[in-house]
């Protein structure tokens, strides 16, 4: 069994807490994991059982997050990069293998530019690359909605914001992703800041440019994925020196509720460097 321990540290003046599941014995790097908007530092289920015996596992409730202090005016993702070095140096490990989904991508993406030499590999999926206006704006209308007491329209509203609900095309698992989602958007629904953490989510695109060299990267998608088109995120690859692309049919943005096998193979084979052995449906764009 890992041993599990918790700790608080404090960047800027805001506190927020970090988890890590530590192996006696590990094959690589300790994985630090980044998620979605609402993901919190114990909704890795999936991945705590892959890595078992593998390596040792960090997440963390980053400001804004969870239970963190939420990010105040003037504050944005230097401020979280900042939170992420301070996780990392408290790992007394010379480098890490970082994985970021969703709005995690856009952190983890932006601390391996500033610290490559601290990334002995780096995962992103669901990358939010190409957010346009038009996604700002329903954003934003679905928290008017939730201003109003529309709790259901404001859960509908952003349901179809970030699955596939297109019945011609398939998705894996789609129902209980749905309803998933919705029980942990409704948990949030109390979150004072909660536009301004949907405001920053969608606002990231600008923090993925600028490219990246020196540090092994695999960038992985739905072929679903209604936030950022596979094709955006292809393009994205691209700006990463060597990276390599999947994409993962019958999926969309929530991979991991819809396709966990698949994710967990992508990541265990590339944190071990070994060749990527997903399921056999997985199409390699790349």
Do not use: K
């Amino acid at each position: 069994m890992p041993q599990e321990t918790v700790r608080t540290l404090t960047v800027e003046g805001l506190s927020f807490p970090y988890r890590m599941l530590r192996q006696g014995t590990s094959r690589t790097e300790p994985l630090v994991a980044l998620g979605g908007v609402f993901q919190g530092m114990y909704d890795w289920p999936q991945m705590e059982d892959a890595l078992t015996g593998l390596t040792s596992l960090v997440t963390a409730n980053l400001p804004d997050s969870g239970d963190a202090d939420p990010l105040p005016a003037g504050h944005g993702i230097d401020t979280l990069c900042a939170a992420l070095e301070a996780v990392i140096d408290g790992l007394q490990t010379p480098r890490v293998n970082l994985y970021g989904y969703s709005y995690g991508a856009s952190i983890a993406f932006r601390y391996a530019q500033r610290h490559p030499e601290r990334c002995a590999r780096l995962l992103l999926g669901g990358v939010p690359s190409h957010i346009t206006e038009a996604q700002f704006d329903r954003s934003r209308a679905s928290h008017r909605l939730l201003s109003a007491g529309d709790v259901d329209g404001f859960v509908n509203t952003m349901a179809a914001e970030f699955f596939c609900l297109d019945e011609n095309r398939y998705v894996h698992r789609r129902d209980l992703a749905l309803s998933y989602f919705r029980r942990t958007l409704l948990r949030a629904t109390d979150r004072r800041d909660i536009d301004d953490a949907l405001v920053r989510a969608f606002g990231t695109r600008t923090e993925l440019a600028g490219g990246l060299t020196g540090v092994p990267t695999l960038v992985f998608c739905g072929e679903h994925d209604t936030v950022t088109t596979p094709e955006q995120q292809r393009a994205f690859a691209t700006t990463i020196e060597g990276s390599r692309f999947v994409t993962i049919p019958d999926a969309d943005h929530m991979l991991l509720m819809e396709r966990p096998e698949t994710v967990i193979s992508l990541v265990t084979s590339f944190i071990t460097d070994s060749r990527l052995q997903p399921a056999a449906s997985t199409t390699h764009e790349r």
